[in-house]
């Protein structure tokens, strides 16, 4: 096991303190599992290179069967330690459901070991990744489109009758529904809040320039209604791009089942 501790592939911002850390982990799992140990996975804040000096360490143990050995986490202050069978992250829980929360921690991730071949990597690729169908099912089942356009609306009728306070709580509301559209549309995993700027910035989404983007957030949530406008302008020609390659249209219907209350949310 030295030679693979030693060929660690670390994040090259990564203290050296925590990588020590992170090649004692390989070697008592190594020891504990054997063949068994499959890879490692580094999540969190030091895998996305915005570590503080109050961050722990986020690693997936990842076994080939937790059945011999247990699963779940073992937390420390520096460390948090997740054991994960590989199966496991081969299955990608859906929307709504409790794993779906989870997904987005594997998204750009650093793998520091892998012996599977590349089906790690691509069970990672997999659980940060939203199919058209998935999309779809986001978007129109789960009602993620209807309700934020309900929200946006409701903060621009707000604002049409002069309820600053009720204008700013119904566009506050919108954002996570918003945040699921946007990503949804681009295949992606919604990331958790502390990490939407890092991702926009890192790994931009192909529509939406990271800074116009987070500029339009920022007014949304005090309520401005230019910049509701503006953003339902952008999500409309996404929804009609996603649905010009689906077998039938999905979102625009929803968008037009608004009918004449959409003059509120057009310019």
Known sequence: MTDEVDLLRFPPDLSSER?????DLARRNEARHGDNLLGLVLS???GRGMATGRSDLDVYVVLADTGLHGS??????????????????ERVPPFGTKGWWFRWSFAWAPILMDRTEGRLASALRRQATVTDDEA?????????LDGWLNYAYRALK??????????????????????????SLEGRVRPYHKYLPWELRRHPLSRWPADELLALLTATLDGDP??????????????AAFDRVRPRP???PVIE??????RLLRR
Not at 19 to 23: C, I, P, Q, S, V
Not at 72 to 89: F, K, M, N, Y
Not at 257 to 262: A, I, K, P, Q, V
């Open 226 to 239: 230019s910049a509701i406008r503006t953003t339902f302008e952008h999500v409309e020609t996404a929804c």
């Open 19 to 23: 990588r020590d850390l992170l090649a």
């Open 44 to 46: 969190g804040s030091a």
């Open 250 to 252: 999905a979102l625009v």
């Open 136 to 144: 779809e099912s986001i978007l129109v089942e789960h009602d993620r």
């Open 257 to 262: 089942s608004w009918g004449d209350e959409l």
């Open 72 to 89: 779940g986490t073992i937390r420390s202050a520096a460390l948090d330690e997740i054991t994960v069978a590989l199966a496991e992250l």
């Open 158 to 183: 707000n604002d049409r009758d002069g309820r600053p306070l009720e204008r700013r709580l119904d566009a506050a509301e919108s954002m996570p529904w918003l945040l699921d559209v946007i990503f």
